[in-house]
């Protein structure tokens, strides 16, 4: 019962950046832990960055630095910074909410970075 929907993906050239957002909707008081995650072409889906009910966040070694893991309780909504991109950034970007009853994902949403 909590749906997630995905925006700001799109095309962008290396060093530039995107914001990408998921709001949530439904039964967000059972969501323990919103997570952002990939996959490239020929790859498995991995975590990237991940943000707790409680606000403590994390992100994988390949994108600190470059990427931030946020959230605006007020509207629901997880986002994930992105600067510095670059060409092996490209992938299917994922929110995921992660509750004792399950996991839900969001729809998927684009990431293309140029040379």
């Known amino acids: 019962q909590v749906q997630l929907v995905e925006s700001g993906g799109g095309l962008v050239q290396a060093g530039g950046s995107l914001r990408l957002s998921c709001a949530a909707s439904?039964?967000?008081?059972?969501?323990?832990?919103m997570g952002w995650y990939r996959q490239a072409p020929g790859k498995q889906r991995e975590l990237i960055a991940g943000?707790?009910?409680?606000?403590?966040?994390s992100t994988v070694d390949s994108v600190k630095g470059r990427f931030t893991i946020s959230r605006d309780n007020a509207k629901n909504t997880v986002y994930l910074q992105m600067n510095s991109l670059k060409p092996e950034d490209t992938a299917v970007y994922y929110c995921?909410?992660?509750?004792?009853?399950?996991?839900?994902w969001g729809q998927g949403t684009q990431v293309t970075v140029s040379s």
């Open positions: 995921a909410a992660l509750m004792v009853v399950g996991t839900t």
């Open positions: 439904g039964r967000i008081f059972d969501i323990n832990f």
């Open positions: 943000i707790s009910s409680g606000g403590t966040t």
